[in-house]
Each structure stands twice: as structure tokens, then as C-alpha cells.
T-cell receptor, first 115, second 114 residues
Framework: DAGVIQSPRHEVTEMGQEVTLRCKPI?????LFWYRQTMMRGLELLIY????????DSGMPEDRFSAKMPNASFSTLKIQPSEPRDSAVYFC?????????????FGPGTRLTVT | AQTVTQSQPEMSVQEAETVTLSCTYD???????LFWYKQPPSRQMILVIR??????QNATENRFSVNFQKAAKSFSLKISDSQLGDTAMYFC???????????FGTGTRLQVFP
């Protein structure tokens, strides 16, 4: 299996621009998680999906952030408009199948820099 | 609420030596999993080892093993025959059977010296 795939690996954008991060989970996994990692706050869970349905988005920092999962093999995390404080590494992870396979496998991350 | 504590922000070890990273957790749950993840400079999060709370036997994966003390709520990682490629940040993580959310510790930065 190719593992969790994320794109782009690096993104540099200017404040106010829209940013879209993409994720392809491991085939057969039915849980998908979006995390953000910064030096100050460590790893934070932003949102997670089960069977393409958002289950918990309590970690999404504000309305500028949105996430979708239109099908079992694709998810996006969008930031609009972006701000310098959004600079971080964003990880996508997947697990499953089922609720008892708890190991989460992470993608390589997207390093976002907002200037 | 569950918490995971890694009390060693940084550690170092010489190549070929053994090092132990500490992790403690707090929970009222009986059924849960514990994990160690490795994050090398490439920043990829790699699952190193897992332990199910109902299993008394400590998990082992090649040079990596754990010392799981359920009563003490302790879950340490031992790396034997350390290699330069083991240089990384190591995160301890907890998840109960009843949730889908992993709870991470703050990490221990391990440096392996030649």
C-alpha cells in the first residue's frame, strides 16, 4: 500500500489567499483525521471523519477553516483567508477498518508558510 | 480527562547503547491502547510500537520494546543497540476503546551520537 498521501508537501502563500490541502487515506480505512503541528501547541486534532461524515470538528480553530470528504479516498482542508498564524505542518492520518483498529497512520505532512 | 506525560524533553545516547524513554498517562478507563510514534527530521510520523492494555506481555518490535506497567500507568520505550537513524522526536500516545481521538504527549527529542 502507498500509505497516506498528502499534497502539496510544501505551500507558501501570502496572507489573505485561499489554501487547499489534500489527502488520500489508506485504501480500506474508514477514519480520516486532520492534525496541525506547531512548536508552540504541539499536535492538535482539527477534525475527523468516519465513513466520509465529519464526526468532531471541535478542534477547527475558526470559521476560516473547513474540511470536506466527498468520497472514501479523498479529503481536503481549506483555509480562507489564510493568516501568518496558520503557518504550521498539517498532517492527515487514517485508521480502520472499523472502530477497533485504532492505529493511525500518518501522511508525510504539508508544511504551510503564510507570509 | 485522559492525559499523557513525557517528562524528558531531551535525551541523548551513544550509538550501540540502550536508552529508555519515559511515558506516564492518566485514565479511568480499563480498555485502551498505547503507542509510540517516531518523528525524524523528515517530520513523517511513524508508528513504532503498540500495546493493548489487556495484554500483560510487553510488546516488542525488533530493537524496540516497551515496559508496560498498567497499575502504575507507565509505558516506557526501550531502544536497544541505538543507531544514528533513531535520532528523532518520540511521542507517546493513548486512545481508549470508547473514543476515536489519540492523545499525544509533548514528545522526547532523542539524539544518537556516533
Amino acid at each position: 500500500d502507498a500509505g497516506v498521501i498528502q499534497s502539496p508537501r510544501h505551500e507558501v502563500t501570502e496572507m489573505g489567499q485561499e489554501v487547499t490541502l489534500r489527502c488520500k487515506p489508506i485504501s480500506g480505512h474508514d477514519y480520516l483525521f486532520w492534525y496541525r503541528q506547531t512548536m508552540m501547541r504541539g499536535l492538535e486534532l482539527l477534525i475527523y471523519f468516519n465513513n466520509n461524515v465529519p464526526i468532531d470538528d471541535s478542534g477547527m480553530p475558526e470559521d476560516r477553516f473547513s474540511a470536506k470528504m466527498p468520497n472514501a479516498s479523498f479529503s481536503t482542508l481549506k483555509i480562507q483567508p489564510s493568516e501568518p498564524r496558520d503557518s504550521a505542518v498539517y498532517f492527515c492520518a487514517s485508521s480502520g477498518p472499523g472502530q477497533w483498529n485504532k492505529e493511525q497512520y500518518f501522511g508525510p505532512g504539508t508544511r504551510l508558510t503564510v507570509t | 480527562a485522559q492525559t499523557v506525560t513525557q517528562s524528558q524533553p531531551e535525551m541523548s545516547v551513544q550509538e550501540a547503547e540502550t536508552v529508555t524513554l519515559s511515558c506516564t498517562y492518566d485514565t479511568s478507563e480499563s480498555n485502551y491502547y498505547l503507542f509510540w510514534y517516531k518523528q525524524p527530521p523528515s517530520r513523517q510520523m511513524i508508528l513504532v510500537i503498540r500495546q493493548e492494555a489487556y495484554k500483560q506481555q510487553n510488546a516488542t518490535e525488533n530493537r524496540f520494546s516497551v515496559n508496560f506497567q498498567k497499575a502504575a500507568k507507565s509505558f516506557s520505550l526501550k531502544i536497544s543497540d541505538s543507531q544514528l537513524g533513531d535520532t528523532a522526536m518520540y511521542f507517546c500516545a493513548f486512545i481508549s476503546y470508547n473514543t476515536d481521538k489519540l492523545i499525544f504527549g509533548t514528545g522526547t527529542r532523542l539524539q544518537v551520537f556516533p
